[in-house]
């Protein structure tokens, strides 16, 4: 069985060491079932740090692109879709040391890393407009959290709180009204796209995971984001990287089922059963054997599994027969009767509370784009930020926000066109101008929805959403399925107790560390903590970012979350100055107090007096 040595590290001691070749590597082989970022980033680690022949590895996808959720592409006859973009930032250490590998398409001897990092510099990601309400007009948050006391109290028990007491609670069970009426619940909620029913304890995992951004949260500067599409952008780039080395790419092709030898001590995959779908559209059964030495990494679950495109005219459908990903997850699920493999049923089972729909909107008329200019107060043409994140019109009925990352979105899009996106929480909800639910709209009713939330005057809407725009539909039936409440052992963990040639890539896996999920992070995590353990390779898994335990971050989030309001004890005025006054004095904690403004500098305030 393998023996894991390298586990967990920080600093650049092991961060710029190269491993050694494991031994016994050119002795094995490599399948990925699934060919999302969680697989890329497997082989990529597998060809750099494992040494392995990239001829020997193999990735069997379902459909015919790379990448999984991040997708782009222009349908030829409905548009551009892009089903969603993930949010990025600094610390996702594990995405950033993969593509610090990864050639840049488009900048002669650069990583993606590079490219990526100087385009950020360059144009600093941040919002101008967060939020709108009567019809596209600023809100004017001036970027308030308003958490009344209550509510502070109740962010500060579920940060607090041990794991153990969020599991298998909603959000609505351990915060109130007083939160939810907050603007940090607003920003909080669109940013991330949690519903009051989903897991209190991701909402937790997510306090601690990005505490260092809270007090970014109300204009997006926390975030950067990539030049194209993330398909165009990080998927072909790794795509590249994976095919100039040898791997094989075996697309059409659905794997169905996996074999397996299993004792109390020992788990091996003895065969992987799949169905090939030809040009003609019939299928043929097909499979490999594999030994101890292949080794096969399996994406479980999917979030983007059964998605379904409208288009201008047509609405999106809402699927929800047969999920090949998650159907192959439920049978090798009930092989292992200790539960190792995880439970399916508590993130799969639960459509009505998982589902969202997005849509992706192509501007055809000038007039568009001077409304977007009029809310995020940029040139939407300009090639920079625009938006700088997602615009929430708060008054919405579907909750729709919308957001115009740089333009052009695509490579191939035409220059006077503009792609947005849109999205909304509450689907099955009549809209304010649409008295339909967004999964009953069609593209052009959705578009509809959008103007009128951007100001556009009514009598304007039907005509320029009809010639104005195309837009297409998108709706994910699981896209927030990992969201939903949970316990230990309802994810399996990433190589499972036992495993001699088996592990778990993606969303629905549990890593060793205390990463959150929804992000590129987590799936490159699991990648990297999957080969490293099989290979047992000669260098740590970068840490998560240990802001959550820097008590400078901790009390400036503080502050934030206060709006900047100082804190106070009960009683008299001189008591609560005699009590700081020591703080300050006496603590370096006090003193730090002091720093990111949570407690009055009472030493200053003495001097003035005198």
């Not at 023996?3 to 094995?28: H, I, L």
């Not at 548009?79 to 250490?93: I, M, N, T």
């Not at 990601?125 to 019809?135: A, G, Q």
């Not at 501007?363 to 939407?380: E, F, N, S, V």
């Amino acid at each position: 069985m393998t023996v894991y040595t390298s586990g967990y590290t920080s600093g650049n001691y092991e961060a710029f060491a190269r491993p050694r070749k494991p031994a016994g590597v050119d002795d094995k082989t490599a399948w990925f079932v699934g060919a999302g970022l969680a697989s890329l980033a497997g082989a990529a680690f597998l060809i750099r740090d494992g040494q392995m022949d990239g001829s020997k590895i193999t990735i069997l996808e379902e459909g015919s692109l790379v990448g999984g959720a991040l997708d782009g592409i222009k349908e030829p006859k409905s548009g551009f879709v892009v089903r969603g973009g993930r949010e990025l930032e600094d610390h996702y250490e594990c995405l950033w040391d993969l593509f610090r590998s990864i050639p840049s398409l488009e900048v002669p001897d650069a990583s993606v890393l590079d490219e990526f990092y100087w385009l950020n510099k360059d144009d600093p990601n941040y919002s101008l407009c967060r939020v709108t309400h009567n019809r596209g007009e600023d809100a004017h948050t001036e970027k308030l959290f308003t958490l009344n006391d209550k509510a502070q109290k109740e962010v500060q028990h579920v940060f607090l709180a041990p794991r153990e007491d969020m599991e298998n609670k909603r959000i609505n069970q351990v915060f109130t009204k007083e939160f939810f009426k907050s603007n940090f619940w607003i920003y909080w909620r669109t940013m991330f796209a949690f519903e009051e029913w989903h897991s209190a304890l991701e909402m937790k995992l997510y306090l601690h995971r990005f505490i260092h951004h809270i007090s970014g949260l109300p204009d997006m500067s926390a975030l950067k984001f990539t030049k194209y599409n993330q398909y165009e952008s990080f998927a072909l780039p790794l795509r590249k990287y994976l095919e100039d080395r040898g791997v094989k790419f075996q697309f059409s092709t659905t794997v169905t089922d996996v074999d397996f030898e299993l004792t109390e001590q020992r788990k091996q995959a003895t065969r992987i059963h799949w169905t090939v779908r030809n040009d003609d559209g019939s299928e043929a059964p097909g499979g490999v054997d594999l030994g101890a030495n292949d080794i096969l990494f399996v994406t479980i679950g999917s979030l983007t599994e059964n998605s379904d495109n409208g288009d201008h005219h047509t609405p999106a459908k809402l699927k929800e027969g047969p999920a090949p990903a998650w159907d192959l997850w439920r049978k090798i699920a009930a092989k292992d009767a200790s539960g190792a493999f995880g439970k399916p049923g508590v993130f799969g089972d639960h459509i009505p509370e998982t589902k969202w729909e997005a849509a992706t909107a192509t501007t055809l008329d000038k007039r568009i784009p001077a409304y977007i200019q009029k809310i995020c107060k940029r040139d939407p043409f300009s090639g920079k930020v625009v938006t700088g994140g997602i615009v929430t019109a708060k008054d919405s009925k579907w909750l729709l926000s919308w957001t115009v990352n740089r333009q052009p979105h695509f490579k191939n899009q035409s220059p006077d066109q503009i792609v947005a996106w849109v999205y909304a929480l509450f689907v099955d909800t009549p809209g304010d101008y649409v008295k339909k639910p967004m999964q009953e709209c069609t593209g052009e009713e959705i578009t509809q929805e959008w103007l009128y939330h951007m100001g556009v005057p009514e009598e304007d809407i039907p005509e320029l959403a009809a010639t104005g725009a195309k837009t297409v539909p998108t709706m994910m039936p699981y896209v927030t399925s990992f969201f939903m409440p949970r316990q230990k052992g309802d994810r399996p963990n990433v190589v499972p107790e036992g495993a001699v040639n088996l592990a778990f890539l993606g969303q629905f896996a549990e890593t060793k560390s205390r990463d959150c999920i929804f992000t590129c992070e987590y799936s490159v995590r699991t990648a990297m903590e999957a080969v490293y353990q099989h290979l047992n390779i000669e260098r740590g898994v970068p840490e998560v970012f240990n802001s959550t335990y820097d008590v400078r971050t901790v009390l400036a989030a503080a502050t934030a979350l206060r709006d900047g309001k100082k804190l106070r004890i009960p009683g008299p005025d001189f008591v609560n100055r005699w009590i700081f006054r020591h703080l300050e004095e006496s603590t370096v904690i006090g003193g730090l107090m002091v720093n990111e403004g949570l407690i009055p500098d009472e030493r200053s305030s003495t001097k003035d007096s005198k």
